[in-house]
């Protein structure tokens, strides 16, 4: 009797865990969708992709010579938008974990739930889904809003096109990847501005310092820089022969957001809430 009544009594325990993480998910994702500025910066990423996306195809082929036609990147004008879509997506991760900071918040998560890298590791899995998912969609949604809408036949471009599903895709996995990036320095700095401002430091400074220095350094050093290495993904002409390939860059990319997000749950269990 006492073997009948211990068994079902583990295989509850065994269970606990996964339905408590599962739970976890559920209360951050409830959170993240609670929170008024999240709705909006989401949206405002839609809408600088696409919106951007059409108004380049009405507007400019009609400024460029033939010989530019024949040579632009039209994909990379298609994705026009990630230039402001990647600092609402960029802000958004940072938001997502130092606004808990900032109201205190943290500190009841904390006391329910003292795992504090199982609320991480929930909350960095809720805002990937959510950042890539939008950011694919903004993406492939620009795409098509500026084929819509372009008027020179020559500049038109199918995703059964070389590299051009890739360029696609790859721009929402970009904002997908700056948006765990931020959330990474978030929960590193635990300060909104100091973080936003540690992340588009290290996005847009680099670029501009190493200008200054030879040209052998610059094309050492400027192909591993963060948004060097990660707007390679969505280029489909025009590579540099120094700069890595699409993948390539992808991946260097990726890292700096992992290496962020691993510092961040080293550090947790090191600071007060």
Request: charged share 10%; glycine share 12%.
């Amino acid at each position: 009797m006492q073997t009948e009544v211990a068994a079902p009594e583990a295989s509850q325990a065994s269970h606990r865990p996964v339905s408590g993480f599962v739970d976890i998910l559920r209360s951050e994702f409830l959170k993240l969708g609670s929170v008024r500025t999240t709705l909006w910066t989401l949206w405002s990423a839609v809408v600088f992709n696409i919106g951007l996306g059409a108004l380049v195809g009405i507007f400019v082929p009609g400024r460029l010579s033939d010989e530019d036609k024949m040579t632009v990147d039209a994909i990379r004008l298609s994705l026009a938008g990630l230039h402001l879509s990647q600092i609402a997506m960029g802000a958004l991760g940072v938001l997502v974990i130092t606004s808990e900071y900032s109201t205190g918040m943290i500190r009841a998560t904390f006391s329910a739930i003292p795992q504090r890298r199982t609320v991480l590791a929930a909350k960095v899995i809720v805002f990937a889904v959510v950042a890539f998912a939008v950011g694919i969609v903004s993406c492939f949604g620009a795409f098509y809003a500026f084929e819509a809408f372009l008027s020179e036949g020559s500049m038109r471009s199918s995703l059964g096109d070389p590299g051009v599903l890739r360029a696609v895709l790859g721009g929402g996995l970009y904002l997908g990847v700056l948006g765990l990036f931020g959330l990474g320095l978030g929960i590193v700095i635990r300060a909104t501005a100091g973080a936003i401002a540690a992340l588009f430091g290290m996005l847009f400074v680099p670029p501009i310092l190493l200008g200054l220095l030879p040209n052998s350094w610059q094309e050492t050093v400027v192909p591993y820089t963060p948004l060097d290495a990660g707007s390679q993904i969505f280029i489909t002409m025009s590579h540099n022969q120094s700069s890595l390939g699409p993948w390539s860059g992808m991946g260097v990319f990726s890292l700096y957001a992992f290496v962020a997000v691993f510092i961040g749950f080293l550090l947790i269990y090191r600071r007060d809430a």
